[in-house]
């Protein structure tokens, strides 16, 4: 069995008990420490297997831990073409089908665009497929058409030097027609 360095530490200290001597000293822990590390032969290692299978014993722990998972049910081709059609509804559909689901809309997207969807999924959303279609009916009646306006022609400007010229020489035309003096 494989033991960690604070059990062997441990039973050599036990060892030392049991024998009625000092504890072992540093070198000795050390090289019994390499000696199981390594699988090494050493003087103290049969003893020490006695004392660590009185202090430690083996637990029986199953070798093989295996989860089963079970694989979510699957919506058919019918629910998800039925959601993907409430969701793309409209611009904003998504959103709304969220808020209405309580759930974020970039999982609305995600089911949307993936393909395939799962039943608890359908679920969720079933309820409000008639709400978003009828929110949809409701914008999609067509709007009255706006009177155009008449356009007006606007002087073409391609360089602002010309407009700043214009303004100038009118500033300085009044300014010589309150002087009184002639141009």
């Known amino acids: 069995m494989i033991y960690i360095s604070e059990q062997i530490k441990e039973a050599l200290k036990t060892l030392a008990e049991i024998k009625r001597r000092p504890p072992y000293e540093l070198c000795i822990v050390k090289s019994v420490l390499n000696a199981y590390r390594n699988d090494e032969p050493h003087c103290l290692k049969a003893e020490l297997d006695l004392v660590l299978e009185q202090k430690f014993p083996r637990l029986n ?34 959103k709304f089908m969220a808020t209405l689901a309580r759930i974020n ?68 035309a009044q300014a010589r027609a309150r002087k009184g003096v002639a141009a």
């Not at 295996?66 to 694989?71: A, G, N, Q, S």
């Not at 008639?130 to 400007?157: I, M």
Request: glycine letters at 2%; zero cysteines; hydrophobic letters at 35%.
């Open 61 to 94: 722990r199953p070798k093989e831990i295996i989860i089963v998972r079970e694989k979510p049910a699957m919506a058919t081709d019918e629910q998800y073409q039925e959601f993907v059609e409430a969701a793309r509804a409209f611009t904003g559909a998504m």
């Open 105 to 172: 809309t970039t999982t609305v997207s995600l089911i949307a665009n993936r393909g395939f969807m799962r039943v608890h999924e359908y679920l969720q959303f079933q309820p409000h497929f008639s709400t978003v279609l009828a929110e949809k009916a409701k914008y999609s009646q067509p709007k009255p058409k706006a009177v155009p306006k008449p356009k007006v022609k606007k002087p073409k400007n391609n360089n602002g030097q010309k407009v700043m010229r214009q303004i100038m020489s009118a500033s300085v």
